[in-house]
């Protein structure tokens, strides 16, 4: 089935999921050099929306050369969510997401995120009234339910599909699970078959042959791809090829993990500030590097200082950092930490 997102049409898309702390816009611009076909912001919070919350607007911040691309909210006052959908509009988002699925305390303890699983009838006046408000297609993106005794992922896909929402995401997980145990991909097949509206399905995709899986097990009509596209942002790059030849490159050589580290810290100091990007990249060098030995003598220099420019010289000489056991022995303290 195609998936007729208005601007936007795409058929059997690899989708990039929003993920909260990392799908900013450097992530995004790095993930686009690898061709997907929709990506995510982080989610955000409808009521800061409202109050233009500063740190919040500048997440619904969306450049020419990433599109297209889904802004993420998440909220449970329909009232609200509908306004903030018509704020974030005016950022010119491809598509707009209702997130029905964070399992965080912090979020679903509210009764936003995955605690509308507990108040479907909400969820859908949240959706209709969303809707209504906005020309942008409205998407949503769920779990199977709060816990495996209440399981209600096709009435939520029901109440979403009545709405008018135009394609709705699956991780089949259910809130209790958050991130543990397998995702079941059943549950998109069965969702699949309930639903008229496009089905994506997500969760546990770690290569190409996995989201091929994915497709042919599931009859899902797209796939996302999250944690697989923060360890190795090639994978959509590498799926892509695997679809249209059967074949792709397994291991990514150091060269170009080396340049594309490089260009994600130069994108994250210019969108984020020096200071910031220093912090965001240290989550990130083990995944760009992970094949290098002794990792932990790059560490222990960049952590060390907060000169962005000798970061920058760091990186590009970390085959020299790996090799050099006099590092172990240097008197190296951490700078303060992002916060603090
Ligand atoms: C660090 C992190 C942050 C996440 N933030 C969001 C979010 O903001 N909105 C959302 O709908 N899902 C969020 N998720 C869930 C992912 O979008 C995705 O559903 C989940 O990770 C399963 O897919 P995967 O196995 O491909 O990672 C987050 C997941 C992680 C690991």
């Not at 009435?155 to 009545?162: L, M, N, P, S, V």
């Not at 899986?213 to 892509?240: H, L, Y």
Request: proline share 6%; glycine share 8%; net charge positive.
């Amino acid at each position: 089935m195609i998936i007729d997102l208005g601007k936007i049409k795409l058929s059997k898309p690899l989708i990039l999921a929003p993920m909260d702390g990392y799908t900013n816009i450097p992530f995004r611009i790095v993930i686009k050099q690898m061709n997907p076909d929709l990506m995510f912001t982080e989610f955000v919070n409808s009521d800061a929306i409202i109050y233009t919350n500063k740190k919040t607007m500048g997440k619904i911040q969306i450049l020419e050369e990433e599109r297209p691309v889904a802004i993420q909210l998440f909220g449970h006052n329909p009232e609200n969510m509908a306004k903030a959908a018509q704020i974030v509009e005016s950022y010119g988002p491809e598509v707009i997401d209702l997130n029905f699925g964070c399992p965080s305390p912090k979020v679903s303890g509210h009764g936003n995120g995955a605690g509308l699983l507990k108040n479907l009838p909400l969820l859908g006046e949240i959706c209709s009234k969303v809707v209504k408000s906005v020309k942008t297609p409205v998407t949503a993106k769920t779990r199977i339910g709060w816990d495996f005794d209440t399981i209600n992922i096709l009435e939520t896909g029901k109440r979403i599909e009545d709405a008018g929402v135009k394609m709705i995401t699956l991780h089949p997980r259910t809130k209790s699970q958050k991130y543990g145990g397998n995702a079941d991909w059943n549950y998109i097949k069965l969702l699949k078959e309930n639903v008229s509206i496009p089905v994506v399905g997500n969760g546990d995709i770690k290569s190409p042959e996995d989201a091929k899986r994915m497709f042919s097990e599931t009859n899902c009509d797209g796939v996302m791809i999250g944690r697989e596209a923060v360890s190795n942002p090639w994978i959509f790059k590498q799926t892509r090829d695997y679809f249209n030849t059967g074949e792709y490159i397994h291991e990514i050589p150091f060269e170009e993990r080396q340049e594309l580290c490089l260009f994600h810290f130069d994108l994250s100091v210019k969108y984020l500030g020096e200071q910031r990007a220093q912090f965001e990249m240290r989550k990130l060098y083990q995944n760009y590097f992970r094949a290098l030995p002794n990792l932990k003598r790059f560490k222990r220099l960049v952590f060390a200082t907060t000169d962005h420019k000798e970061i920058r010289k760091h990186i590009e000489n970390i085959l020299n950092i790996v090799n050099d056991p006099g590092i172990d022995f240097m008197e190296l303290e951490p700078k303060v930490r992002w916060g603090s």
